[in-house]
């Protein structure tokens, strides 16, 4: 099994808490990052625009994965090193964050994201750098 991401949605993950803009969002999402944090080794490819996260994104919401998000993608892949193609385990990617994004970069990179004032994501970059797991998300 191979989970396709988009750039931001590396960071998004790590911050991941169960909120979302849509139930049916919530459940794909929620499955994608239990994947991931039950089983690390998950191949992941980076893609370039809507991937397996974007699949679920409600149609009656204003448009989100297309358009403004293309430049957070960029900036989130310059910080990590990555770049669209790679392909390697979740584990790695966790490894990248770890060692190149410090929880005050996802103020300067995710200036434009909702989520960002709830403080998520800060603290998922926390967790995967002091080598602690992310918590457990329950299923609706």
Not at 37 to 65: F, L, N, Q, S
Not at 84 to 93: I, K, L, N, Q
Request: glycine share 10%; proline share 6%; with cysteine.
């Amino acid at each position: 099994m191979t989970v396709r991401l988009r750039g931001h949605h590396l960071l998004c993950l790590l911050g991941y808490r169960g909120m979302g803009y849509s139930d049916e969002f919530c459940v794909n999402m929620t499955s994608i990052y239990e994947t991931l944090r039950t089983a690390p080794d998950t191949e992941i490819e980076i893609i370039t625009g809507p991937d397996d996260i974007c699949r679920a994104y409600p149609a009656d919401k204003p448009g989100h994965c297309e358009g403004t998000v293309y430049d957070l993608d960029g900036k989130v892949l310059a910080q990590l090193g990555l770049a669209p193609g790679f392909r390697g385990s979740w584990r790695a990617v966790c490894s990248q964050v770890a060692g190149k994004v410090a929880p005050t970069d996802i103020a300067l990179l995710c200036t434009t994201c909702p989520w960002e004032k709830y403080g998520v994501c800060r603290e998922g970059v926390r967790l995967i750098a002091s080598g602690k797991p992310l918590p457990a998300i329950k299923k609706k």
